[in-house]
T-cell receptor, first 114, second 111 residues
Framework: NAGVTQTPKFRVLKTGQSMTLLCAQDMNHEYMYWYRQDPGMGLRLIHYSVGEGTTAKGEVPDGYNVSRLKKQNFLLGLESAAPSQTSVYFC?????????????FGEGSRLTVL | GEDVEQSLFLSVREGDSSVINCTYTDSSSTYLYWYKQEPGAGLQLLTYIFSNMDMKQDQRLTVLLNKKDKHLSLRIADTQTGDSAIYFCAETYYGNNRLAFGKGNQVVVIP
């Protein structure tokens, strides 16, 4: 079992470039999430999905788009990268949000926007 | 809405106990969690407590919940070098998809 896998793990972009981060989970989880982690800010939710074909905005959705075409994959897109999007991005998944459902995290994707 | 506050840094000698504190603002939280993040890794669930409990013990970990003051703490007994990490408290709601995290508390264990 690989759990939650994120690709790429590192990426450097120039301002204005676009890119997509891929998250894949092999646990058949319904819910998937994208967070960003910045020093002194903790984790902030960007977008999330409660099932295949659904997406919803989190706390900081501006500048990002997401898609959940397949249950196991959750893609995070940056259409026109900005230096403020330099961050470490974490994907997470869980089975449902009822009860103490454990959130499983990927290892993170470090993005630098120059 | 959810707002979770944590202090930022704690250093502790190996073998001592360490206590990490967290306050939260929303009293309707059903579960409260502690997650651990080791360097270069994602977060992993350490333990959780149901909101109708005051205390939960799990081996070296003790979680205390004071609902009146909206205060959550994590005590690690006999702290070891492998406990060096960032610890996040988090809260969620029954039926709510959002898990709100605190800013994290970095614990450094000195051998």
């Amino acid at each position: 079992n690989a759990g939650v896998t994120q690709t790429p793990k590192f990426r450097v972009l120039k301002t204005g470039q676009s890119m997509t981060l891929l998250c894949a989970q092999d646990m058949n989880h319904e819910y998937m999430y994208w967070y960003r982690q910045d020093p002194g800010m903790g984790l902030r939710l960007i977008h999330y999905s409660v099932g295949e074909g659904t997406t919803a905005k989190g706390e900081v959705p501006d500048g990002y788009n997401v898609s959940r075409l397949k249950k196991q994959n959750f893609l995070l897109g940056l259409e026109s990268a900005a230096p403020s999007q330099t961050s470490v991005y974490f994907c997470a998944s869980n089975q449902n949000n009822r009860g103490p459902g454990e959130l499983f995290f990927g290892e993170g994707s470090r993005l630098t926007v120059l | 809405g959810e707002d979770v506050e944590q202090s930022l840094f704690l250093s502790v000698r190996e073998g001592d106990s360490s206590v990490i504190n967290c306050t939260y603002t929303d009293s309707s939280s059903t579960y409260l969690y502690w997650y651990k993040q080791e360097p270069g890794a994602g977060l992993q669930l350490l333990t959780y407590i149901f909101s109708n409990m005051d205390m939960k013990q799990d081996q070296r970990l003790t979680v205390l919940l004071n609902k009146k003051d909206k205060h959550l703490s994590l005590r690690i007994a006999d702290t070891q070098t492998g406990d060096s990490a960032i610890y996040f408290c988090a809260e969620t709601y029954y039926g709510n998809n959002r898990l709100a995290f605190g800013k994290g508390n970095q614990v450094v264990v000195i051998p």
